[in-house]
């Protein structure tokens, strides 16, 4: 099993700043691919943004040039820094990693934090 810890999120006003965390731990032979998704009331889960094992990225349009997505191996970590923060960005974000163990990969979501954008 894989255990996902997130934090960070919470209340911030539309132009401030947070860097959300997700931490993987648990029965993990090595780290593929990690993201940030999130999920907005009434709304579909959708990806925010994306890295590779190698540090390739890709990010929604509606955040690029705002957040930015990393990741330290060394941690088994991936961080997103959200700047120019918008009340359109409120929603729960969900960390998902792939993890391998054994000859298998799977997929592991986070629980999810709240990101609130709001004056």
């Known amino acids: 099993q894989v255990q996902l810890v997130e934090s960070g999120g919470g209340l911030v006003q539309p132009g401030g700043s947070l860097r959300l965390s997700c931490a993987a731990s648990g029965s993990i032979f090595s780290i593929g691919a990690m993201g940030w998704h999130r999920q907005a009331p009434g709304k579909e889960r959708e990806l925010v943004a994306h890295i590779t094992s190698d540090s390739s990225t890709v990010y929604a349009d509606s955040v690029k040039g705002r957040f930015t997505i990393s990741r330290d191996n060394a941690k088994n970590t991936v961080y997103l820094q959200m700047n120019n923060l918008k009340p359109e960005d409120t929603a729960v974000y969900y960390c998902?990693?792939?993890?391998?163990?054994?000859?298998?990969?799977?997929?592991?979501w986070g629980q999810g934090t709240q990101v609130t954008v709001s004056s």
């Open positions: 998902k990693v792939h993890s391998s163990y054994g000859s298998s990969w799977y997929v592991n």
